[in-house]
């Protein structure tokens, strides 16, 4: 493998835009084509539209792709999230909910699974194609390609065995009992005076710690488990390239602190950057995070908003041979 990977850049956000830089990392794409799209938790206002890839579906004839979510939403039951996913724009192409047949499950050598549990329709797929919104995650510092196909194409037992052991810690002298959690919580999992986290409830995904105003909740990192969460995100990730030829795409554009699986995100914090491309997913997700921190003039801009070193992803990610570190950044 060279030593450095081709990341290509470009800074105008629009259809077109999609398009021209996808050409660049299209030479091994072939087959059934999934686009691995997010298609917005309800009431999320910075999802990528899907007007912005409509050209890049229709020249692939692909299908979207995603699977049903681990917690209290339109999007953990099939029916429930296509009728979001279409209220949400997205009504050009098939939708193909993977997880809807059950589950599958690859070998991966990793150090916390032997094996992935993704959504049994990725067998249809001969090339996914990660489209991936770069932004923040409470729990993973950032949510890039990495997160996109790790979390995003594990079925919901993979889901779960991803989030287990990341339980929130709880700080009650923060806690002004708002009670703005209790009903955000996707597991019932909190209850008021005093506050308290049923742990047999808790589905470790950490909205609490996005929307908490006090800031009482916290992740787990620096603790033994430090980094757990991250690891198990990338073998995930490993597992899904393992057997498919993916390829990235990832939109620098309103980046808030929050997922995308969040009704209500925290406005962006930084301008909105460019779209980059690649066929390299740790130079990709190394070249996003860079971009990041320059344009806020920071050594780690997911760490001072979201309190997690996530670099950490790109580190293991590496460490497991997924990719380059290194990149040319090349603006088209
Ligand atoms: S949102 Fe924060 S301050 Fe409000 S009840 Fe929950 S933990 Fe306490
Ligand atoms: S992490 Fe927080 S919001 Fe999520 S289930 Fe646990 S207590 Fe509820």
């Known amino acids: 493998m060279p030593k450095e990977s081709n990341v290509y850049f470009k800074k105008l956000i ?27 938790e309800k009431n999320n206002k910075y999802f990528i539209k899907p007007n912005l890839m409509k050209s890049l579906v229709r020249q692939l004839d692909a299908t979207f792709i995603e ?20 209220k949400h ?23 916390h699974f032997n094996k992935v549990k993704l959504g049994k329709n990725i067998e249809k797929y001969d090339t996914i194609i990660s489209l991936a919104h770069f932004k923040g995650h409470a729990l993973s510092g950032f949510g890039g390609a990495i997160k996109n196909i790790g979390m995003g194409l594990a079925a919901i037992a993979g889901k779960m065995d991803q989030h287990a052991s990341t339980i929130p810690i709880f700080k009650p002298s923060k806690c002004v009992e708002c009670g703005t959690c209790v009903p955000e919580c996707p597991g019932n ?14 589905i470790g995904c950490g909205k609490c710690i996005g929307i ?22 990338v073998e995930y990730a490993k597992g899904v390239m393992q057997y498919i030829n993916v390829v990235f795409i990832n939109v620098l554009m309103n980046i808030s602190k929050d997922c995308d699986c969040m009704s209500h995100a925290h406005e ?7 779209i980059l491309a690649s066929e390299d997913i740790v130079a990709i997700e190394n070249a996003s995070y860079d971009l990041v921190n320059k344009h806020l003039d920071s050594d ?14 790109i580190e293991y990610a590496h460490s497991l041979g997924m990719g380059n570190k290194e990149y040319n950044l090349i603006e088209v």
């Open 14 to 40: 629009k259809e077109d835009s999609i398009l021209e830089i996808y050409e660049n990392i299209s030479k091994n794409v072939k087959g059934n084509i999934g686009l691995k799209v997010h298609f917005g």
């Open 189 to 202: 999992a909190i209850s008021l005076s005093p506050l308290k986290i049923d742990s047999k409830k808790c």
């Open 67 to 86: 699977t049903n979510v681990l917690y209290v939403s339109d999007r953990r039951y099939t029916d429930s999230h296509l009728k979001l996913a279409k």
């Open 300 to 313: 780690d801009a997911f760490k001072e908003v979201n309190n997690v070193k996530a670099r950490k992803q």
């Open 268 to 274: 962006p914090f930084v301008e909105d950057i460019g």
């Open 212 to 233: 908490c105003p006090e800031k009482a909740f916290r992740v787990p990192w620096g603790s033994t488990k430090s980094n757990r969460f991250m690891e198990r995100l």
């Open 89 to 111: 724009g997205f009504t050009y192409a098939p939708i193909d909910i993977l997880d809807d047949a059950g589950e599958v499950h690859y070998k991966v050598d990793g150090n």
